[in-house]
């Protein structure tokens, strides 16, 4: 099993960006894949999450109207479009994947129990 998240990058306040997460090693319907993220000094946030077998979504209430969670089964990949991006956002995000009890549990815990983790992508959002 294998993610790698892209898509980071430096944004204005206001602005937008497309965090993907390509996932190798198992389908989307196996797994549930789910967005963190962290800010320096701050503990890791879960924000998202995605059950792509069924269309079942998750997202915490800072990111709720501005971040959409989509997937794309043919080429195995996850989607977070981020708009109305704020200065606040700006930290490493991270997909992760699991079961969906666990990456919806997960996501509610700061990741705590999911079992795979891609590296992060920096978001950095300033004027």
């Known amino acids: 099993v294998q993610l790698q998240a892209s898509g980071g990058g430096l944004v204005q306040p206001g602005g937008s960006l497309r965090l993907s997460c390509a996932a190798s090693g198992f389908t989307l319907d196996d797994y549930a894949i789910a967005w963190f993220r962290q800010a320096p000094g701050k503990e890791r946030e879960g924000i998202s999450c995605?059950?792509?077998?069924?269309?079942?979504?998750y997202y915490t209430d800072s990111v709720k109207g501005r971040f959409t969670i989509s997937s794309d089964k043919a080429k195995n990949m996850v989607y977070l479009q981020m708009d109305s991006l704020k200065p606040e956002d700006k930290a490493v995000y991270y997909c992760a994947a699991d079961i969906a009890p666990n990456a919806f549990l997960g996501v509610r815990r700061g990741g705590v129990g999911l079992h795979y983790w891609g590296q992060g992508t920096q978001v950095t959002v300033s004027s």
């Open positions: 995605i059950a792509s077998i069924d269309g079942t979504t």
